[in-house]
């Protein structure tokens, strides 16, 4: 596949495809774009492996998301359970288990992992940092790229990465100020944004202030569905909408900007 387009941070491997999985990534495939798929769990994270396995310009990372690491909310999307919302009860990570599932050569990343503070008791902060130094451990050990889940919580975040990794640092879904993206960006992190950016002005500063060389595009589908698709289930194939949000916002040539993404993407994540 030659990309037009890449979806770095896609869950196609969540039950909310359960129906027409096939369907959505060979549509996407057909319009030349190419999809990362992101593990949050052993389960999420070995079945985003086989995606890759099976499908030709479909990548994947694996990891263990910080709000999965103790008792945690979620919604049917996610991993299914009778179209119920439930609660975890949490899982142990696996060091061992993600050193051999992240070797495979379609994994692209370790992640989504790092610091989610949103919904949070304050003992399990503890928690969630030890688990994303091993995480850090993880992609040191494998030399692959960290894709980071980080929210409400960047300066700790920022402080483990900087003392622990020895890869590259990308922030999915980035959220924050541009007071808080710099520290990040000094250490050549890179940045991506969702659909939220098409009916949201709250990410403009940093998307205008930001290197084009340091952004790319995704979805989080099946979340955070862009304009005009909204209250529709969020799929790869939207990260076009981004993608021309994101020239827009920044005032420059949409094709231009399309290409840098593309680049960005295969450059950091080794498409």
């Not at 060979?26 to 086989?50: L, P």
């Not at 049917?76 to 696996?94: H, M, Y």
């Not at 920022?158 to 250490?187: D, Q, R």
């Not at 289930?233 to 981004?242: A, G």
């Amino acid at each position: 596949m030659n990309p037009k387009y890449v979806d770095i941070h896609a869950h196609t491997n969540f039950a909310a495809f359960n129906d027409d999985r096939d369907l959505v990534i060979r549509r996407t495939h057909d319009s030349c774009v190419a999809i990362i798929n992101v593990g949050t769990q052993k389960d999420t994270s070995r079945f985003a492996v086989e995606l890759a396995q099976k499908y030709d310009g479909v990548y994947a990372t694996v990891a263990l998301h910080p709000v999965h690491t103790s008792k945690s909310h979620h919604d049917e999307k996610e991993l299914g359970e009778g179209g119920k919302a439930f609660t975890s009860r949490g899982e142990i990570f696996d060091i061992e288990y993600y050193k051999k599932l992240g070797a495979d050569k379609k994994v692209v990343a370790i992640g989504e992992c790092g610091l989610d503070y949103y919904h949070l008791d304050d003992d399990t902060k503890k928690l969630q940092q030890e688990v994303f130094r091993a995480h850090i451990e993880v992609a040191n050990f494998l030399k692959k790229p960290l894709m980071l889940h980080i929210r409400n919580a960047y300066a700790d975040a920022y402080e483990i990465f900087k003392t622990h990794s020895k890869v590259h640092g990308h922030l999915h879904f980035f959220a924050g100020t541009w007071e808080e993206a710099k520290p990040f960006l000094e250490l050549g992190c890179t940045f991506s944004f969702t659909g939220v950016i098409t009916f949201a002005r709250d990410y403009d500063e940093v998307i205008r202030n930001l290197p084009l060389e340091n952004i790319m595009s995704e979805t989080d589908s099946p979340y955070v569905t862009p304009k005009p698709y909204r209250c529709k289930r969020n799929e790869p194939l939207y990260v076009r909408e981004v993608a021309h949000m994101i020239a827009s916002i920044r005032n420059q040539d949409q094709e231009m900007v399309k290409k840098a993404l593309v680049s960005n993407a295969q450059r950091v994540f080794g498409l």
